[in-house]
């Protein structure tokens, strides 16, 4: 079992920075994908960011809505994995939950159901 504890949200000014943490609590963590969802009133659950295990390189993917803004990276060290949230809009207002994949995965999934464990959630609102 793994345990996932999501900080740093909270409210932020479009234009502004915002940085989300994940602390896992298991030490297979290295091995394992990560990756960011969001989901907002009436909409449908979205994986905005993902990154492979550091044996396959730690690549990283992007949602079209959030490339070029949001940047993951894990600190295999510290079993965390970071979103760093650059010029957000009000409409990256969300939940945002982080999850951990099944290990020694080749790509990073992009559906819900891929990932096994998840992180309470964190609210992120961004004031226009």
């Known amino acids: 079992q793994v345990q996932l504890v999501e900080s740093g949200g909270g409210l932020v000014q479009a234009g502004g920075s915002l940085r989300l943490s994940c602390a896992a609590s298991?030490?297979?963590?290295?091995?394992?994908?990560m990756s960011w969802f969001r989901q907002a009133p009436g909409k449908e659950r979205e994986c905005v960011a993902g990154?492979?295990?550091?044996?396959?390189?730690?690549?990283?993917s992007y949602a079209d809505s959030v490339k070029g803004r949001f940047t993951i990276s894990r600190d295999n060290g510290k079993n965390t994995v970071f979103l760093r949230m650059n010029t957000p809009k009000p409409e990256d207002t969300a939940v945002y939950s982080c999850a951990a994949g099944r290990r020694y995965a080749l790509v990073v999934p992009t559906t819900a159901n891929e990932y096994p464990y998840w992180g309470q959630g964190t609210q992120v609102t961004v004031s226009s």
């Open positions: 298991r030490g297979t963590f290295r091995s394992s994908t």
């Open positions: 990154i492979s295990w550091s044996g396959s390189g730690g690549s990283t």
